[in-house]
């Protein structure tokens, strides 16, 4: 069932078997009465199991060791320190698979991603849009290292122009450094069954922190897993904006809940090839798929 006050919306991403135009409140209202009150609750019990098991099973990944930090733990360790009235903005890239799955955006917080064309540079400019429509709430950006090489890193310079005029400072970018385009490497290994191509894919190392620092911002680097959460707490702590970089592992899988057979045999298919970073993209699926096996809970 879909609600959309604007019907060109509906069954846009996903054939939907009821589509409904109207205002979503009133709507819903307008359904209320219908609905009978069922004394079966199994099936929300089964729905309550799954959802639990599946958070055990993002953590358990995100716990996993990497080199030298999974990318995943990044937004895991935010999610669980998010302040309320939180906005979050997330570029495109692999960022926004973690974004997607680890953070929870609870009642009165706000998400923002870039989505249609999924257009990659949007996350800053957003996250200064969001800090002047609202400039006591925390605002926090999700970029990853190609977006903040393509444009991002000067929209810095605007939060460094202006943040002063805000009521509060708590402005943070957090930065996925792993110097590899990497959303794209992996369509390319699971959707093309094709290695990684280098020449393409490879980003140069920049110190988005010290850039930071330059202009005047507070620059934060981490490349310990152990400091993530700590990282964090000191960033939103912050008298003034902060760029975190976090040196990621770009050869962590984004594995979807279910692998069709097609997907798994491009998989192989790209490594058979031979892909620059083969051993370490085997070790690294082989501990995401053994953690969603063997995450701590029945199965």
């Known amino acids: 069932v879909q609600i959309d006050i604007e019907p060109g919306m509906l069954s846009l991403?996903?054939?939907?078997?009821?589509?409904?135009?109207?205002?979503?409140?009133?709507?819903?209202?307008?359904?209320?009465?219908?609905?009978?009150?069922?004394?079966?609750?199994?099936?929300?019990?089964?729905?309550?199991?799954?959802?639990?098991?599946?958070?055990?099973?993002?953590?358990?990944?995100?716990?996993?060791?990497?080199?030298?930090v999974n990318p995943q733990r990044v937004t895991w360790e935010l999610s669980r320190r998010l302040p309320d009235r939180a906005i979050v903005t997330s570029d495109s890239g692999s960022c926004a698979n973690w974004y997607a799955r680890d953070v929870k955006i609870r009642r009165g917080m706000m998400g923002s991603l870039s989505g249609g064309l999924a257009s990659?540079?949007?996350?800053?400019?957003y996250a200064i849009a969001a800090k002047f429509a609202h400039p006591d709430r925390p605002v926090i950006a999700l970029v990853g290292d190609g977006a903040m090489q393509m444009n991002n890193m000067a929209e810095l310079i605007t939060?460094?122009?202006?943040?002063?005029?805000?009521?509060?400072?708590?402005?943070?970018?957090a930065v996925w450094?792993?110097?590899?385009?990497?959303?794209?490497?992996?369509?390319?290994?699971?959707?093309?069954?094709?290695?990684?191509?280098?020449?393409?894919?490879?980003?140069?190392?920049?110190?988005?922190?010290?850039?930071?620092?330059?202009?005047?911002?507070?620059?934060?680097?981490v490349d310990d897993p152990e400091r993530v959460g700590p990282a964090w707490e000191e960033a939103l702590a912050a008298d003034r904006p902060v760029v975190l970089e976090v040196k990621t592992d770009p050869n962590v899988p984004p594995l979807p809940p279910h692998i069709t057979l097609k997907q798994a045999k491009n998989f192989a298919s790209s490594l058979l090839k031979g892909d620059p970073d083969e051993g370490s993209v085997l070790i690294d699926t082989a501990k995401e798929v053994l953690s969603s096996i063997l995450p701590g809970h029945e199965r």
């Open 13 to 68: 991403r996903y054939p939907m078997e009821v589509n409904l135009v109207g205002d979503s409140a009133e709507t819903l209202k307008a359904l209320l009465p219908m609905l009978q009150e069922k004394p079966d609750r199994s099936w929300r019990k089964t729905i309550e199991d799954n959802v639990r098991e599946w958070w055990q099973t993002l953590e358990a990944r995100a716990m996993q060791s990497a080199d030298p």
């Open 159 to 173: 939060v460094a122009k202006y943040w002063e005029r805000w009521s509060s400072p708590r402005w943070v970018c």
């Open 120 to 125: 990659m540079g949007a996350a800053v400019p």
């Open 177 to 221: 450094n792993n110097q590899d385009l990497n959303q794209v490497t992996w369509e390319q290994r699971v959707m093309e069954g094709d290695p990684k191509f280098e020449a393409s894919q490879d980003l140069p190392d920049v110190p988005y922190h010290k850039f930071a620092e330059l202009i005047g911002l507070k620059g934060i680097f």
